[in-house]
């Protein structure tokens, strides 16, 4: 279940308090340590055990050893099966903290309380965790979905522009598979702050919510969800490879321009709805330098992607905005096209 906190977090407050347990663990990192967890324990009302666990901030810490260090911890805690461990962060905290505890003396349950506009609108609903393995984004992972995600837009306050962008991505992403009106809403807004992204926050968490409900497997439909992501992951991974990490919204904004091109060149859309994406993504996201990068080095990892299967890279493209198709083989030299398009045109 999925509630919007209103100020004085009495949906969160009326969970803990018809929810037995023994104690609550709640993973933060060091700057919702700082922003964020002042707020949220200043709200919660009521005689409950807390033990704060922070790790460091960075899609870097989102892997087996920090998972280790967690299990170790909860372990020297004598956290039980009863126990409660609340993810208070961004997409990192959702994957990571979802993860440790789905696994953890063969699972207990966790909340998620997102504070990130990523986290808000895509890690933190719809059951996915997860960590990477070396460079390769979300190799590990289960589909274990949080018992209830409490969404509180005002900590979008506390974000840097950069990172409300890359939340941005996910939905236009949104729109772009699922829902023209929430497409065409968001390109018309003036400005990219946490009060004129805040009234459309719902409709993307509906539009996602809406398809896990259909497929939460990923067997099917979900899969759409993965639009932009084939080539971003890829994108993302070889910059974190290279240890100048950049926001996973960057790199899905990149993917989506390269697998919107992929879409003109299997006549599914016509070039003046290319454009149209294209400049809309573009004008929220500078391009990125990927002359460092070979095209082999990025398909060696595209061919690693879940979604693929006998060997083929499986693309999910749109075939129109506010529709997508899944599981669509594409040609190793119209994926090198596209790469090269997006090179040609970012300017480096």
Known sequence: MISFLDQDFSQLNDYLSNTVFSKIYILVDENTHEYCLPTLLGNISGDFQFEIIE?????EMKNIETAV????ILTEMQADRKALMMNLGGGVISDLGGFVASTFKRGIR???VPTTLLAMCDASVGGKTGIDLAHHKNMVGTFTAAEQTFIYPKFLETLPLRELKSGF????KHGLIADKNHWEDLI????IDAESIADHIQNSVKIKHKIVEKDFHEENLRKTLNFGHTVGHAIESLFLAKETPILHGEAV???MICETYISLSENLIDEETCENIILNIAKHFPMLD?????????LALMRNDKKNEDGEIRFSIISEIGSCLFDQSISTQTVIDSLKTYVKNSGF
Do not use: H, K, P, V
Not at 69 to 72: A, K, P, V
Not at 169 to 172: F, N, P, R
């Open 110 to 112: 966790f909340i998620n």
């Open 253 to 255: 904004a990149a993917g």
């Open 69 to 72: 260090q967690l299990w170790e």
């Open 188 to 191: 018309s807004l003036q400005s």
């Open 290 to 298: 990927l002359t460092g990068f070979s095209d082999e080095e990025l």
């Open 55 to 59: 790790i460091e901030a960075g899609e």
């Open 169 to 172: 991505a996910e939905m236009l």
